[in-house]
């Protein structure tokens, strides 16, 4: 059964720092892209970051470019989202999410607040 567990959500203020994890199991690790998302209140999921397996690529949003870092322990089954410089439109429920060619997981959602 694969289980994507994130952690690492919370409250921090504008200009603050947070790191989110995702541990998957139950996968080859290796073989997926990892991303993260997120979905702000009333609003549709959103792509954040993604992190290619083959070649270690990383993507992110135009409106965290520069802010975010998304990268990956192999050894860890862990992904990451380093998140900096918060602000208050990055309040968001951040999901986890392992894609390969034929299958897509998905976490249960981490809340991070920012306030002002």
């Known amino acids: 059964q694969v289980q994507l567990v994130e952690s690492g959500g919370g409250l921090v203020q504008t200009g603050g720092s947070l790191r989110l994890s995702c541990t998957a199991s139950?996968?080859?690790?290796?073989?997926?892209?990892m991303a993260w998302f997120r979905q702000p209140p009333g609003k549709d999921r959103e792509f954040v970051a993604s992190?290619?397996?083959?070649?270690?690529?990383?993507y992110y949003a135009d409106s965290v470019k520069g802010r975010f870092t998304i990268s990956r322990d192999i050894a860890k089954n862990t992904v990451y989202l380093q998140m900096n410089n918060l602000k208050l439109e990055d309040a968001a429920v951040y999901y986890c999410?392992?894609?390969?060619?034929?299958?897509?997981?998905w976490g249960q959602g981490t809340q991070v607040t920012v306030s002002s």
């Open positions: 992190h290619i397996h083959k070649d270690g690529s990383t």
């Open positions: 139950g996968l080859t690790f290796n073989q997926y892209t």
């Open positions: 999410n392992a894609l390969s060619t034929y299958e897509q997981y």
